[in-house]
């Protein structure tokens, strides 16, 4: 994926941005609740290998998650 | 509703170091770790994969105020690759072959410890990790947390500091 001038620049005034705040207040805004359907759906699930995982999401996730190739 | 907050991350490294589990964070959740700002929902941790450690994190995430089933706890104990748990006071993907890492130990070697407690995988096997893995929201947030490692070398950093006033 190409990145272009513009983006750089804005990254790097967010990671100024991220080295003024101190480490609790960067989890602080690290971690949000965004349902994803099927995924947040079941309590528990087990994979015996990634492989089997990568399939399953590719399965029966949808698209727009991003789980897919 | 669970989101992970950084007493949670305070509670689960103090409990996980106190049961002996050997793991590390991982993926962006461990990427955090070195200030990298984006989101995510859930912790990612990379535990070592052996019935003596499964014993260990099985203790550790019921005192965490993980329900966990008998059969969870036979995948942990199993070595599963991957197992996701949704029963407890946060989300957790406990990731224990994560796609471009060989083992645990040399990961292990490689990582970091952040704020003298959390242990983190380096940056480095947090980007191959997402390389490997190659779904589209990977290649999608690999520019931006690659454009954060070369911030860090460039100011010379492991990570941002912790309480930088």
Request: hydrophobic share 35%; glycine share 6%.
């Amino acid at each position: 994926m190409n990145t272009t001038w513009q983006e750089q620049q804005e990254w790097e005034r967010e990671f100024d941005a991220a080295a003024r705040r101190s480490l609790r207040e960067r989890m602080r805004y690290s971690f949000v609740y965004n349902y994803k359907p099927v995924l947040d759906d079941a309590p528990d699930r087990a994979f015996d290998t990634m492989a089997q995982y990568r399939q399953w999401c590719k399965e029966n996730l949808p698209e727009y998650l991003g789980y897919g190739d | 509703m669970r989101v992970f907050s950084y007493e949670q991350s305070e509670r689960l490294a103090e409990v996980l170091n106190r049961w002996g589990v050997d793991y590390l964070f991982i993926g962006k959740s461990g990427a955090f770790f070195y200030g990298y700002p984006d989101t995510t929902q859930d912790a990612d941790l990379f535990p070592a994969k052996s019935p003596e450690n499964g014993k260990k994190l099985i203790g550790a995430l019921r005192e965490l105020g993980f329900d966990l089933t008998p059969e969870t706890e036979r995948d942990l104990l199993a070595g599963k690759d991957f197992v996701q748990l949704r029963t407890g006071p946060f989300d957790v993907d406990l990731v224990f072959a994560p796609d471009g890492i060989e083992t645990f130990a040399e990961a292990k070697a490689r990582a970091v410890i952040i704020d003298e407690r959390f242990p983190i995988a380096s940056l480095d096997d947090i980007i191959a990790s997402k390389r490997a893995a190659n779904r589209r929201k990977d290649r999608e947030s690999l520019p931006r947390l690659e454009a954060f490692r070369e911030y860090l070398r460039k100011h010379n950093l492991v990570a941002l500091p912790q309480n930088p006033r």
